[in-house]
């Protein structure tokens, strides 16, 4: 069973324009989503996160929402650069603070065209 | 900066084989976790050492099986290889259970089954 979604595999926009890359989960224990940027041989950096208890948390182009309601949240880059290019996964864990694990969506690509 | 660090780098094996990955944790991270991520999916959780003990498991079999050592670097072994265990291997390292926002990926470890 797939608990975090990410439906779109490929996302492609223009350089200066907004990204928004969608996430959808299932299990309503998670209490805290993580957003992760992957590039080609490299592993997975931590991006931004989000606590269940707040719906927005900003952290300079990067902006993650949580609907709680929907079991969705979505991470904003804005403004695009080409830099940003990269594989996008959303992760989410119940307990996380007392170790508890990621459960990974499939990833979105992420494409800036200059 | 991340410090975690896998080795090898690349591995080809044959089916019924066993296999030993290597993770080196950032220095005075007590916390390992390792992944399994399929081609096109998201990483998934197998498990988790605090402290030189298990502490969490997913979904794979017993012939999935780790180490953490006092130094804190660690082992996954995987006995009776099968096709399916063609994967990127992830091992993520953090400060301590209650710190888990730090959890740093090394790059991987390619492994192919044939």
């Known amino acids: 069973d797939q608990q975090v979604k990410q439906n779109s595999p490929s996302l492609s926009v223009q350089e200066g324009r907004i990204s928004i890359l969608n996430c959808d989960y299932t299990?309503?224990?998670?209490?805290?989503f993580l957003w992760y940027k992957k590039y080609p041989a490299e592993g997975p950096t931590f991006l931004i996160s989000?606590?269940?208890?707040?719906d927005k948390n900003e952290d300079g182009r990067f902006t993650v929402f949580l609907n709680k309601s929907a079991k969705h949240l979505s991470l904003h880059i804005v403004p695009s650069q080409p830099g940003d290019s990269a594989v996008y996964f959303c992760?989410?864990?119940?307990?996380?603070?007392?170790?508890?694990?990621?459960?990974f969506g499939q990833g979105t690509e992420l494409s800036v065209k200059p | 900066e991340t410090g975690v660090t896998q080795s090898p780098t690349h591995l080809i094996k044959t089916r019924g084989q066993q296999v030993t990955l290597r993770c080196s944790s950032q220095?005075?991270?007590?916390?390992v976790s390792w992944y399994q991520q399929a081609l096109g999916q998201g990483p998934q959780f197998i498990f988790q050492?605090?402290?030189?003990?298990?502490?969490g498991r997913g979904n794979f079999p017993p012939r999935f099986s780790g180490l953490q050592f006092p130094n804190y670097s660690s082992e996954l072994n995987v006995n009776a290889l099968e096709l399916d265990d063609s994967a990127l291997y992830l091992c993520?390292?953090?400060?301590?259970?209650?710190?888990?926002?730090?959890?740093?990926f090394g790059p991987g470890t390619r492994l192919l089954v044939l």
């Open positions: 993520a390292s953090s400060l301590d259970l209650a710190r888990m926002e730090t959890q740093y």
């Open positions: 299990n309503s224990m998670f209490d805290y």
């Open positions: 989000i606590s269940s208890i707040k």
């Open positions: 992760a989410a864990s119940a307990n996380y603070n007392q170790g508890g694990k990621l459960i």
């Open positions: 220095s005075g991270h007590n916390t």
């Open positions: 050492y605090y402290r030189e003990e298990e502490n």
